[in-house]
């Protein structure tokens, strides 16, 4: 009986798989939110930055509001202070409250540590609480009228160290930088305590067996596998750094005082847009104000995929 197949066989009728219209049809309501809570406005934004008002009546001035925003001393001095303020609200998040989520993440890690299920939710419950509940609650702590703070430094004998920090220029924007340190740590934290519990037990059982143990161990062993999970909390950190708004606002106010000390490209954006006290709402440099700040974040987020994330080692296990 011969194996070759038969005419029949080889030229029947191709079976086609069926089209899954399912899928389109699930996924088109939230394109259809997401576009238009994201995409239109986002698209909206960037025309509107490329317009300006001339006799009542829209028109196009191409770059002309990127120039009058970079140059023009009305603009310059505000947007060059709040770029200079958002680039140092972004290093002290970078420098304390990053390593800190390491740091916490890697002792909350360590197998014989009592009561960790507690220290993790203690450290985690202030990101859950309202921006408005940790920055009222911390303009109370810090108020050198009825702030605890002079209180508590007096019992261990560092009343003198105590200071108005929000209502001084020099030290206001660590301040507020150090209350959103302290509400967010705990997002570094669960990242990196998830990165942790990823490695396999087999790679810390070899490293013990090899005499590398403790803080050596994390080193030199847990810490290049983490690396990818630190990256990504880098970029997460940098992106919401620089579309901060919230705490600053409610700390601080929407003129972001003392004397513009803590002004954000959030802050600026906002008194730009919708106009403050005495000042007039301006849409189009409001809008180039958001463009900048878009671009911003589209460079940083673009050096870490093309550059950083491809150089990045990633072990499988």
């Known amino acids: 009986m011969s194996n070759t197949p038969s005419t029949h066989d080889a030229t029947g009728p191709v079976i086609k798989r069926p089209t899954r219209w ?4 699930f996924l088109l309501p939230a394109f259809i939110v997401y576009s238009a809570v994201m995409i239109l406005p986002l698209i909206e934004t960037l025309r509107l930055s490329l317009f300006n ?17 970079f140059g023009d001393e009305r603009w310059a001095h505000d947007f060059w202070n709040a770029l200079k303020n958002n680039f140092v609200f ?17 002792m909350l890690s360590l197998p ?32 050198p009228i009825w702030g605890v703070s002079p209180f ?7 009343k003198s160290l105590f200071s108005p920090w929000l209502g ?19 997002i570094p934290m669960m990242l990196i305590y998830a990165a942790l519990l990823n490695i396999p037990e087999e790679v810390i059982e070899a490293a013990e067996c090899d005499g590398v143990t403790g803080w050596s161990q994390f ?33 601080q106010g929407a003129l972001a005082g003392p004397d513009g000390s803590t002004d954000i490209l959030g802050t600026l954006l906002y008194r730009t847009f919708f106009g403050f006290q005495l000042q ?38």
Do not use: C
């Open 219 to 251: 080193f030199k062993i847990k810490l290049p596998l983490i690396l990818p999970a630190i990256g990504i909390i880098s970029i997460l950190t940098f992106v919401g750094n620089f579309n901060a708004f919230d705490l600053v606002y409610t700390v």
């Open 90 to 106: 972004f290093v002290i998040h970078m420098l304390v409250q990053n390593p800190m989520g390491v740091a916490l993440a890697a």
């Open 22 to 25: 399912h899928i389109v049809v």
């Open 280 to 317: 007039l709402g301006d849409r189009s440099m409001g809008a180039t104000i958001a463009t900048v700040m878009f671009l911003i974040i589209l460079a940083g987020v673009s050096l870490y995929l093309f550059v950083i994330q491809r150089r990045m080692r990633r072990y499988q296990f």
């Open 152 to 158: 508590l430094l007096d019992l261990v004998g560092l």
């Open 168 to 186: 001084k220029p020099g030290s206001a924007l660590i301040a507020v930088s150090l209350i959103s340190v302290w509400q967010y740590v705990g």
């Open 112 to 143: 014989k540590l009592r009561f960790a299920s507690f220290y993790r939710t203690a450290i985690f419950l202030p990101t859950l609480l309202s921006f408005v509940i940790v920055g009222f609650i911390w303009k109370l702590i810090l108020s």
């Open 53 to 69: 008002t001339v006799d009542g009546q829209s028109t196009f001035v191409g770059l002309g509001n990127f120039k009058v925003l």
